[in-house]
């Protein structure tokens, strides 16, 4: 039976009432010609000076109301209205040397909403929205730069190529930055080496995680044809209840968006990653994940199909536990972790702009890679505008429509999410 849930916008009516007012809003919403306004303002942060030889202050502000709603799950449906806040200094350079240090803070203006982990959890009979109100030292490094290499340490922001095994989870309000000790270099024309070791991981939860995770990339670069990249991450983890993460994975990917015609552009990626057990874990696994995508731009509006797939055995399964994976395999976040069975996702994407705001739509059918099991589909929708170089406007929605037969209690919830957002940034 379903559980009724008062005072929920999941109703399809109201979810496109509301979707047809953003995108209204975004359209019909001009930003003037030149925002005059704004140069005083960038100036301050300069400390007064068009060049910041003095060093820049950065300001971010970002407020979002987020609706979480899964049926039958036994709690009432989650509203959350937070506002995020960052605030920064970065010194200016001085013989290849430069600092950076960031604090961040969320406030939960409504707190309907269920944490599932930390010092702040929220309301427990609520579904889940993982923005805790917290403040942190966010980040924190010090920086030389030396023959076109970069040397990196302290507490930082770290997104390694598409952000799949390594990103800051920027959607969250609470980013993930990590205590690492990084190296980039371009010394070669074309060839980017990273060679990195994060020791431990502040997420987006507010919870420091303790690992040891030496990572190494290199990509090299034809123009618009192809970036062909190659990769290695090695993760220990020691903490209680998490040595089945120790794990170590190998891949290569070769993408590009070259130019067919004027009027025509090429889109296409594919991707191979190995994983299996390393150093502590107790387990024994050999996994594999793939992804394909085609796709094209033409007359401003671009298509694109994939397939991903994360391998599993129905014991262990390829995971991503420090990657963006928000960005994959839909925005309802069912598949954050990988279950047992694995996960195959065929997507379609269709995205446009139109008067300066960029409409998108995204498809996706998810089956398990073994013992084929049908989990559902998902809808995801997104509307978000631009407002000069500093302020940005964002509605977003997520259906994940479940296959209620696979007996997986995890997916066989419909789930509901609806985002609004705004952006100032300085």
Not at 80 to 98: C, D, K, M, S, V
Request: proline share 3%; charged share 20%; aromatic share 14%.
């Amino acid at each position: 039976m379903y559980l009724h849930k008062k005072n929920s916008l999941t109703s399809t009516g109201l979810i496109k009432s509301v979707l047809a007012s953003a995108i209204l809003a975004c359209i019909s919403t001009q930003p003037a010609l030149a925002y005059e306004f704004d140069k005083p303002i960038e100036k301050a942060f300069k400390l007064g000076q068009d060049d910041a030889k003095y060093g820049k202050i950065n300001l971010d502000m970002r407020y979002r109301y987020e609706l979480a709603d899964v049926e039958n799950s036994g709690k009432e449906t989650a509203h959350a209205n937070t506002i995020r806040f960052r605030l920064g200094y970065l010194t200016p350079e001085f013989h290849g040397l430069q600092a950076f240090a960031e604090y961040e803070g969320n406030l939960a203006m409504q707190r309907d909403y269920r944490v599932p982990a930390g010092d702040w959890l929220g309301d427990p009979n609520r579904d889940v929205v993982a923005d805790p109100q917290q403040s942190e030292f966010n980040q924190g490094w010090l920086k030389y730069k030396i023959f076109n290499t970069e040397f990196k340490g302290g507490r930082q922001r770290i997104i390694v190529d598409d952000s799949r095994f390594i990103g800051n989870v920027g959607w969250r309000q609470m980013e993930q930055t990590y205590d690492s000790a990084l190296i980039t270099s371009n010394f070669f024309d074309n060839l980017t080496l990273q060679a990195g070791y994060i020791g431990q991981v502040k997420n987006v939860l507010s919870i420091d995680d303790t690992v040891k995770l030496p990572f190494a990339n290199a990509s090299y670069t034809i123009k618009d044809f192809a970036k062909i990249t190659a990769y290695g991450y090695w993760l220990t983890d020691y903490d209680t209840g998490q040595t089945g993460r120790s794990a170590q994975t190998y891949g290569f990917s070769v993408s590009g968006s070259p130019k067919i015609t004027k009027l025509v552009k090429l889109h296409y990626h594919g991707e191979y990653s190995y994983q299996g057990a390393y150093k502590n874990n107790p387990n024994s696994f050999n996994l594999n994940r793939y992804n394909l995508m085609l796709g094209a731009t033409a007359f401003n509006i671009t298509a694109k199909a994939a397939i991903e797939e994360l391998g599993g055995n129905g014991t262990n399964s390829f995971q991503t536990p420090f990657g963006t994976n928000h960005k994959f395999q839909g925005w309802a976040d069912l598949f954050l972790a990988t279950p047992v069975d694995g996960v195959r996702d065929v997507n379609a994407t269709l995205s446009t702009k139109l008067l300066g705001t960029k409409l998108a739509f995204v498809y996706h059918n998810f089956k398990s890679s073994t013992n084929s099991i049908d989990y559902g589909n998902e809808y995801d929708f997104l509307i978000t505008k631009k407002f000069g170089k500093h302020y940005s406007l964002l509605a977003k929605y997520a259906y994940y429509d479940a296959n209620e037969t696979n007996g997986l209690a995890k997916f066989n919830k419909d789930v509901n999410k609806f985002w609004l957002q705004g952006n100032v940034s300085f």
